[in-house]
């Protein structure tokens, strides 16, 4: 018998089912072969093995003795291996889309409607990973990377997901008088989200880059909007996380001039689970729950 190698499953298989029925041409019917292949394949595990498993007896079989040490172990095997299967079969674990995305996105928009994609799709979950930087997209630790910029610094080549506006946002109560300019902005207490420099971008777009604020400190976007409406900062944030309270005037925009922005997913070579996200995502903001 050769030790380094196991038989062939087809011969195992073979010798398994003649035990089983008990001839040579009822397992030929029931693999829908030819009973010389059968035979074929029983003389090459016996060649394999060095023993003798059957011989003739009528029209049927009888085990020699190492046949029968062979079938009881044969048996057992391939229970075991039909177990194996069925748990295999059984355990669907679910796909999951990993998305990258900032914060503030995540709290004020994702998270409200991720019940809603997994009641769509039973089958998927999705993990979080929650951050403001422009991460490579080709990166191994996510599938989607949902990403802002300005509308104008929008790429062409991608559908705007969510368009949205901006503006320098504080509490009523910390309010600066109006008319609003560039020094009076100096002195107040600015915050930004982790990973990004919004705030000096913005006063240089504003073309008040001598006014930015010595001190700006950084903390999750969700934070900042917790802070404006507890009135202890101002930020440059997203005026449509917070129009309730726009509304009702706890909150206020203090600079003259808003701008647009935009929402957009990536993807590097969607999965199918992957793709039914990016679907969903569009959909979402096509039924206009924003």
């Excluded at 309730?244 to 005037?249: H, I, Q, T, V």
């Excluded at 706890?250 to 997913?265: H, L, N, Q, T």
């Amino acid at each position: 018998m050769n030790h380094t190698e196991l038989p062939s499953l087809k011969a195992l298989r073979a010798f398994a089912l003649v035990v089983e029925v008990g001839s040579l041409s009822a397992a030929a019917r029931a693999m829908n072969v030819t009973q010389p292949a059968v035979t074929q394949q029983v003389r090459a595990l016996e060649k394999h093995l060095g023993k003798k498993l059957l011989k003739r007896h009528g029209r049927g079989v009888l085990l020699t003795d190492d046949g029968q040490i062979l079938a009881q172990y044969l048996q057992r095997g391939f229970d075991e291996l039909r177990r194996g299967l069925d748990a295999v079969a059984a355990n669907r674990h679910p796909a999951n889309v990993r998305v990258t995305t900032s914060p503030s996105f995540a709290a004020f928009w994702l998270v409200p409607r991720v019940a809603a994609f997994q009641a769509a799709h039973p089958g998927i979950t999705v993990q979080l990973d929650l951050s403001a930087e422009m991460r490579p997209i080709d990166s191994s630790d996510f599938d989607v990377a949902i990403r802002f910029c300005l509308q104008q610094d929008m790429p062409e080549d991608i559908p705007p997901l969510l368009n949205v506006t901006l503006n320098v946002l504080c509490h009523s109560a910390i309010r600066p008088t109006a008319p609003v300019s560039g020094p009076d902005l100096t002195d107040l207490p600015w915050l930004q989200e982790l990973g990004v420099s919004v705030v000096n971008d913005w006063f240089t777009r504003q073309g008040i880059a001598d006014c930015v604020p010595a001190q700006i400190s950084e903390m999750p976007g969700n934070l900042i909007v917790d802070a404006i409406r507890r009135a202890e900062a101002v930020a440059y944030t997203v005026c449509d996380w917070v129009s309730d309270d726009l509304s009702r005037g706890d909150i206020v925009a203090i600079w003259d001039k808003p701008e647009r922005g935009c929402y957009y997913a990536l993807a590097d070579a969607p999965s199918p689970a992957c793709a039914a996200f990016l679907q969903w995502l569009q959909e979402a903001v096509a039924s206009g729950a924003h």
